[in-house]
């Protein structure tokens, strides 16, 4: 359950996936985003299902 | 035993080949394999229609086809092997959620006339084939000075043609008398 602070990801929401990935499509460390341990595996897990749901590349 | 039911978030899919032929039919296919499972289609509605991030089994456009579904965990699992098997859905993700938005509620089973739906045929890319560079043909430093420069028998012969135009008096004085001349005429500024 997501508080009221913390931050949510949704898989559907690309363009502010992109803001958090490099341009070759790799995600940025948590010390680079600033996000919390909960909320980067929030954003990893919504990086990961875009990627298999071919929204955003694996590499490029 | 009853089985406990789950709210899932559901992303399909559609092969445009087969969206082409009608939308309408590709979701209610979807619609009937769900329910024929026990699944409760909540809402299920087009997302949209784009290019893919990379190829997927030779595809490089698909429909997306957005759902909100109540079911067990056993009923998800059995729906996928049917889904991938069958019909025109090539990927699919089950999502389990806490609750379904209002929003999406409110839509429902979409309904969209074919016409509505526009796929773009997908255009093969001609790879151009690039013409090897060629570089300009140019003739190697050893002929060029052949023919700027003749070879060196032919050179003594020209020699011998200009000697031979030249006029006789000079051909006919030797060179040592030639010096001979001049030491003479030093002398006799020395004097």
Same mark, same amino acid.
């Given at each position: 359950?997501?508080?009221?602070?913390?931050r949510t990801f949704d898989f559907k929401d690309i363009e502010s996936l992109e803001v958090f990935m490099t341009s070759h499509g790799k995600i940025h460390?948590?010390?680079r985003t600033g996000l919390?341990?909960?909320e980067q595996?929030r954003l990893k897990r919504a990086i990961k299902y875009a990627r298999f749901l071919a929204l955003i590349p694996f590499?490029s | 035993? %009853?089985?406990?039911?789950?709210?899932?978030q559901?992303m399909?899919? *559609?092969?445009? &080949?087969?969206?082409?032929?009608?939308?309408?039919?590709?979701?209610?296919?979807?619609? %009937?394999?769900?329910?024929?499972?026990?699944?409760?289609?909540?809402?299920?509605? *087009?997302w949209g229609e784009r290019q893919l991030a990379y190829?997927?089994?030779?595809?490089?456009?698909?429909?997306y086809?957005l759902?909100? *579904? +109540?079911?067990?965990?056993?009923?998800?699992?059995?729906?996928?092997?049917?889904?991938?098997?069958?019909?025109?859905?090539?990927?699919?993700?089950?999502?389990?959620?806490?609750?379904?938005p $209002?929003e999406?509620?409110? %839509?429902?089973?979409?309904?969209?006339?074919?016409?509505?739906?526009?796929?773009?045929?997908?255009?093969?890319?001609?790879?151009?084939?690039? $013409?090897?560079?060629? &570089?300009?043909?140019?003739?190697? +430093?050893?002929?060029?000075?052949?023919?700027?420069?003749?070879?060196?028998?032919?050179?003594?012969?020209?020699?011998?043609?200009?000697?031979?135009?030249?006029?006789?008096?000079?051909?006919?004085?030797?060179?040592?008398?030639?010096?001979?001349?001049?030491? $003479? +005429?030093?002398?006799?500024?020395?004097?």
């Amino acid at each position: 359950m997501a508080t009221k602070n913390s931050r949510t990801f949704d898989f559907k929401d690309i363009e502010s996936l992109e803001v958090f990935m490099t341009s070759h499509g790799k995600i940025h460390p948590a010390k680079r985003t600033g996000l919390r341990a909960r909320e980067q595996r929030r954003l990893k897990r919504a990086i990961k299902y875009a990627r298999f749901l071919a929204l955003i590349p694996f590499t490029s | 035993m %009853t089985e406990h039911k789950h709210i899932y978030q559901a992303m399909f899919l *559609l092969d445009n &080949e087969e969206v082409r032929k009608g939308f309408n039919a590709s979701r209610d296919w979807v619609k %009937t394999t769900l329910e024929k499972y026990g699944i409760d289609v909540k809402v299920l509605r *087009l997302w949209g229609e784009r290019q893919l991030a990379y190829p997927i089994g030779g595809r490089k456009r698909a429909t997306y086809l957005l759902g909100w *579904l +109540e079911a067990s965990g056993d009923a998800v699992n059995e729906v996928k092997r049917e889904l991938y098997l069958l019909g025109p859905v090539f990927r699919c993700l089950f999502l389990q959620e806490d609750s379904i938005p $209002e929003e999406e509620l409110a %839509t429902g089973i979409q309904e969209i006339a074919d016409s509505e739906v526009i796929i773009p045929e997908e255009v093969e890319e001609v790879e151009e084939v690039e $013409e090897p560079y060629e &570089e300009p043909y140019e003739e190697p +430093e050893e002929e060029q000075r052949a023919t700027e420069e003749p070879a060196e028998g032919e050179k003594s012969e020209e020699g011998e043609k200009a000697e031979g135009d030249k006029p006789e008096e000079k051909s006919e004085k030797p060179v040592a008398d030639a010096a001979g001349d001049n030491s $003479e +005429e030093v002398k006799k500024d020395g004097n």
